[in-house]
């Protein structure tokens, strides 16, 4: 199976900050990675797919990059509404793989 | 607007089963590969099944194979999961998924094993 890690596991930031959160797997999976954003109580919502691409809807401070193992996702400018959970999944081979989650706060 | 609900949780005791439902609305299920998800309580997300347009490919996480069914019910436009041998860490919210790569989600449905 393919092991997802995420880190950092959580962060404690500010309104404006850039933040940037890593996600490795395992082994190889091209570009098969998606991105979650999940706040306290709620569904998850889809930020990134194909590792770099925007999900419609989704706002233009997210942005996905990487391919193979490791992959980043980036808010340029973090809002109040950032403050969440953040997941990585990969869907390249089964079983899928969610990585552990990095929980974002606020400072 | 495209919408997903299930339903068919609730308390059961390890070892019984339950039958979980994801209505889908706005959209064919059979057009697409669907999924379903599961969260702990407390703890992060966990893929748990797939199923695909047809029925004719199904994928389980290990944990659950020999244990759970997927399938569909394409005359209601509907995706189930039936659970047997049920065990307390299966307690979660279990969510349905639409794919590719779970871009529809539904509210989830609560199960706990105990």
């Not at chain 1, 199976?1 to 999976?29: E, F, H, K, L």
């Not at chain 1, 969440?84 to 990095?102: D, E, I, N, R, V």
């Not at chain 2, 609900?5 to 390890?14: K, R, T």
């Amino acid at each position: 199976d393919i092991q997802m890690t995420q880190s950092p596991s959580a962060m404690s930031t500010s309104i404006g900050d850039r933040v940037t959160i890593t996600c490795r797997a395992s082994q190889g999976i091209i570009n098969n990675l998606a991105w979650f954003q999940q706040k306290p109580g709620k569904v998850p919502k889809r930020l990134i797919y194909d590792a770099s691409r925007l999900q419609n809807g989704v706002p233009s401070r997210f942005s996905g990059s990487g391919s193979g193992t490791e992959f980043t996702l980036t808010i340029s400018s973090l809002q109040p509404e950032d403050f969440a959970t953040y997941y990585c999944l990969q869907h390249y081979t089964y079983p899928w793989t969610f990585g552990p989650g990095t929980k974002v706060e606020i400072k | 607007e495209v919408r997903l609900v299930e339903s068919g949780g609730g308390l059961v005791q390890p070892g019984g089963s339950l039958r979980l439902s994801c209505a889908a609305s706005g959209f064919t299920m059979n057009y697409f590969w669907m999924s379903w998800v599961r969260q702990a309580p407390g703890k992060g997300l966990e893929w748990v099944a797939n199923i695909n347009q047809d029925g004719s490919e199904k994928y389980y996480v290990d944990s659950v194979k020999g244990r759970f069914t997927i399938s569909s019910d394409d005359a209601k436009n509907s995706m189930l999961l039936q659970m047997d041998s049920l065990r307390a860490e299966d307690t979660a919210v279990y969510y349905c998924v639409r794919l590719p790569v779970f871009d529809v989600w539904g509210q989830g449905t609560k199960v706990t094993v105990s």
